[in-house]
């Protein structure tokens, strides 16, 4: 049998971190009375016209600088047509011709083995990325046979991050999403929180043979969480090999992922090829940004976008990040990954070590095998560890001193995770813990013993 | 060169026209001839001119909430509410194909 080589494209929605809409003064946020959050804009009520919101720009720039990516200085706006109950224009504004930011790329690590050894980096390209309209939220009553419509999500800005079709399975697809999200976070320019629908994920997946043309291509959709998108994603070319391996084909279809089954599932309400008409918005000019050069002399402030100024202030990225960590503490690349995926537990461990006489690399065990693995155990983020960067350290300033060995340690550390506000000096105690010192006692205690074995 | 019935049928389920009668569809066929016209200007090397409002600023408007919770008044015209949320049918009513309803492309 000819080998399969599957191809995976990542379309990716990111909910810009504003105080307010993309083109409207209504409030963003998650969870609010239905259509309380709705200005007559976001209603469609004729008459109304949208008025871009500056900080959204400001997202769009930032993430675009951190992909890689060449602002373009001129980008347009247009509509996209298609009828649906949460589309009250029947359109959405977007970018479809000029879009603010292109040919980016995204760099992500992932284990090599399942034995997570080793690492390496691949790279995924950035098509573009572009400033669009979110629409509202459909809640469907089966029973009843109607659609409730909520507008407070239409119009909120979203970033659409388009990926070249450079992955090719479940695993690459989730390690590329998260550090995108990483990214966002510490941009600041999304919270990127997949299950509060701040970030969402569809996927196109097709198969095809070496040397062949691309295979017909499916979109997934309805994919929840990271772990969601590389089970969902192994499903579809799973299936699409099983499907062509029988003599059946693929349809350009879209379809949704059903996370109790663990497989996808044809999409209702998608009726063929869409024709969204696109057209240049009419009511928005081209958006233009400048950079040091281009400034022009005499223009308000408010008014200027500054790419440059807005490249000085970016973050350290997560993978500067990393460098710095490995850099600084002495620790392996594998270790900087897994304290940057974990939400607080890069600052825990740099806590640590600043109160601690411990060499880093000997603490980063400590860190990872023991405190991450019990908070993994219990679900429970860094944040509502019931040991502190404090008592970790308390206790491993008692093992460097030699007060302990390290097995009394891992005992101690048992102990304290009974959060039951002792120290580790108190549990030490009370379970007598301490290393004898003692010369003399040592001794007397080696002598006992071979006198007892002698007496066999 | 007459639009096609095909096309004719496409516009009007993108759209939800109705052309109606073949007034309808003449009315269409002059305003693309209409348009047409702008083929007639050579365009070679010049730069598409997206709107008369091209060389205008884009105002950019501060990051502030200014409007919002008014669910009261949005509703006020909705034919249909539960609990200040609007109601739609359950999904997208496709217009029944070609064959299937009355419309006087049919008989074109």
Partial sequence: ???????????????????????????????????????????????????????????????????????????????????????PAGYQITQQRVPIAVNGSLSYSLYIDNKMSQMVTKTVRIKQIQLEQDSGKSLHDDARSQTLVDLNRAGVGLMEVVMEPDLCCGEEAAAAVRELQLILQTLGSSQAVMAEGQLRVDANVSVHHPGEPYGVRTEVKNINSIRFLAKAVDYEIQRQIEELENGGTVLNETRAFDSKLGCTVPMRDKEGKQDYRFMPEPNLPPLILYDAKSLPANMNHQQVINIDWIHERLPDLPSVKREKLVEQYGILPEHSFTLLNEDGLAEFFESVVKQTQMKPKKVIGWILNDLLSYLKQHSLTVKESPVSSFLLADLLKLLEKKEISSTAAKRVLAELWK??????????KEQKLELLQDQKELEQICQAVIDGQQNE | QKVSVEVLDHLEHLALVDFRDSEGVERLQKAIQFADQLHEVNT?????????????????????????????????????????YFVAPPGNIPLPKLEERETFLQGS
């Fill in chain 1, 1 to 87: 049998l000819a080998p399969w080589i599957p191809v995976v494209g990542l379309e990716i929605h990111a909910q810009i971190s504003s105080n307010s809409k993309l083109f409207s003064g209504s409030q963003v946020q998650f969870a609010a009375p239905p259509n309380s959050l709705v200005s007559f804009f976001d209603a469609s009520l004729p008459g109304t016209l949208p008025v871009l919101n500056r900080r959204c720009v400001e997202a769009a720039v930032m993430t675009g600088l951190a992909l890689n990516c060449s602002i373009n200085k001129k980008s347009l706006f247009d509509r996209k047509h298609y009828f649906y109950a949460d589309l």
């Fill in chain 2, 44 to 84: 070679d090397g010049v730069e598409p001119m997206d709107s008369v409002l091209e060389d205008r600023c884009l105002y950019l408007r501060e990051d502030d909430v200014t409007e919002g919770n008014c669910a009261k008044e949005l509703l006020e015209n909705a034919r249909e509410k539960v609990e200040e």
């Fill in chain 1, 419 to 428: 959060g039951e506000g002792k120290t580790p000096l108190e549990i030490v």
